[in-house]
Structure formats: structure tokens, C-alpha cells
């Protein structure tokens, strides 16, 4: 059964195009790894620092071979310091 990811991420001030710029570069390499459906990167219109990912994987064991990617530690390094908050759901669709 597919599994959708929600994940939230919130800059710390100052580092929004930062944040924005790193989370773009998971995108197509991202979108390339087997097992990734949707991969969809979205910022809040009214807040530039809100970023929350949308995801769907054909299942669990592929999105954590993604969570264990290179190119998210790569992002993780980038990024440490700029990120005040972070929230991940792992979600089923119920119809």
C-alpha cells in the first residue's frame, strides 16, 4: 500500500532563501529514486520561511531507503542551524 508523507519545515529568520534553495535541490534528484511517486515541494503564500513537502512511495522500506539518501545528508549538512522547526507525518489513505 502506498505510503504519503507530510513533512513541514519552518526557516529560522534570515535563512529562508537558503532553506528554499537546498529544499529545491531534493526535488529532481528526489523524483528519480525508485519507489517515489510524487514529490512535490510547496512554500505558504503568506509566510516565505513555511515549506512542507507532499510525498508519495510505492512503500515504507523505499522512502526510508530515501530518508537514508546521500542527498538528504547532503541537505541535512547544508542546512543545520537555519531550520527552527520540523514536523514529519507518514499517512495512509483512508478511500
Known sequence: MPLTILAQITAKPGHEDLLRSELEKLVPVTRAEAGCIRYDLHRDNENP???AFYETWENREL???HMNAPHLAAYMEATEGAVAE???NEMTQTL
Request: hydrophobic letters at 55%; charged letters at 10%.
Open 49 to 51: 520561511g513555511f515549506f
Open 63 to 65: 522512502w526510508q531507503d
Open 86 to 88: 520540523f514536523s514529519l
